[in-house]
């Protein structure tokens, strides 16, 4: 049974930092791309970032480019997501998702991602 599990949310002040992680299991970790997605109250769920299944490839929305950055270690099975310089519109509840292929999908389409996490919430004050 494929789990992913997402921690290391909470609450912080605008122009703080957060690291999150994200622990899959029951799959295997290094033949799937990984991304994180995020959803806002009374929003859409949006692709925030993704990373190919090496690691050699990364990829980010425009609003967060330049402020957030994603990594992996395959021996653990984690995917991470670095949040630096964080805004109030950063509030959301952020999610993992793994996806069957090699590389970044050219959208970001939730369609391309088979296994989700539950979320871990991030609160950034003003």
């Known amino acids: 049974q494929v789990q992913v599990v997402e921690s290391g949310g909470g609450l912080v002040q605008a122009g703080g930092s957060l690291r999150l992680s994200c622990t899959a299991s029951g799959l295997t970790f290094d033949a799937y791309t990984m991304g994180w997605f995020r959803q806002a109250p009374g929003k859409e769920r949006e692709g925030v970032s993704c990373i190919s299944w090496r690691g050699s490839s990364t990829r980010y929305s425009d609003s967060v480019a330049g402020r957030f950055t994603i990594s992996r270690d395959n021996a653990k099975n984690t995917l991470y997501l670095q949040m630096n310089n964080l805004k109030p519109e950063d509030t959301a509840m952020y999610f993992c998702?793994?996806?069957?292929?090699?590389?970044?999908?050219?959208?970001?389409?939730?369609?391309?991602?088979?296994?989700w996490g539950q979320g871990t919430q991030v609160t950034v004050s003003s």
């Open positions: 998702a793994a996806a069957q292929r090699g590389f970044c999908p050219g959208s970001w389409s939730e369609n391309e991602y088979r296994y």
